[in-house]
């Protein structure tokens, strides 16, 4: 796999996490989702603007996306009623990988190298592992990590949709610019009739978030795309759920959590994980 699309996807992967660790702390879950998605649209108006709005043929992609994302942020939203976010998110992205991966394998059989399914198995094992622990370390309801299991289908479902869209587009920019668009239109429905309250805080109440959380998100994610251009998604997502690892590290640094001998662990098995896709 060439080294430029894993440092690419590393990179969205640190600002993946980056922008996790600034919303982590608030307490209205809805308002931070919020004001990240509704975040993306001046990058992607400016985006649209200068590359142009995505052929025919991928039109259908971003609609089928931009519900997929919309189901993502209602159950991961919902998960959180029961569960902190060291231990949904975990969950939720470790299982996106092995799903990818598992439906590569069913419908495109040999596609996936026996090296790249061991990369992807030690990264979203260490990943899942981590949030499993954080779960069983609080007493917590299982509600939780079932509604973390589903948004992990939703994840695995509009990656896959997103890279097949990106690849007829050709153009990261324009097909993600589309998608978000059409997914601020659904999120900001959802929101008028389950927490109306939010819309008109967004940007009052979270300008940070708004405006921080929102261009790394979206630079995250359309550097993620860019990399299913030239490789199989599976890969790429792999690689960009180990904002996990990041999101660890930024809690020792940042936070001054505890280093433990299993942070150690988790670490070094991502690590490694990232080293056998690399040489893939």
Known sequence: MDISVVLVVLGAAFLHAFWNFQVRSTEDKALGMAAVMFGHLPLAIIGLAYVGLPPTGAWQYVFVSAVLHLGYQVFLLNAYRFGELTQIYPVARG????????????????????????GVILISGAIITYGIVQYRSKSVDFTGIVLAVITGCFIASYSIVDATGT??????ISYYGASTAANAVLLAFYLMWFHPSVLGRVYLDAPRTFIIGGNASYFAYVAVLWACLSAPVAVVSSLRETSVLFAVILGVLVLKEKITPFKIAIILTIFCGV??????
Do not use: E
């Not at 080293?275 to 893939?280: D, E, K, N, P, W």
């Open 275 to 280: 080293i056998v896709l690399r040489m893939s």
């Open 167 to 172: 690849r007829i587009t050709q153009s990261a």
């Open 95 to 118: 299982a996106s990988p092995l799903l990818i991966t598992l439906f590569t394998m069913v419908t495109v059989p040999g596609f996936l190298k026996t090296t790249q399914v061991f």
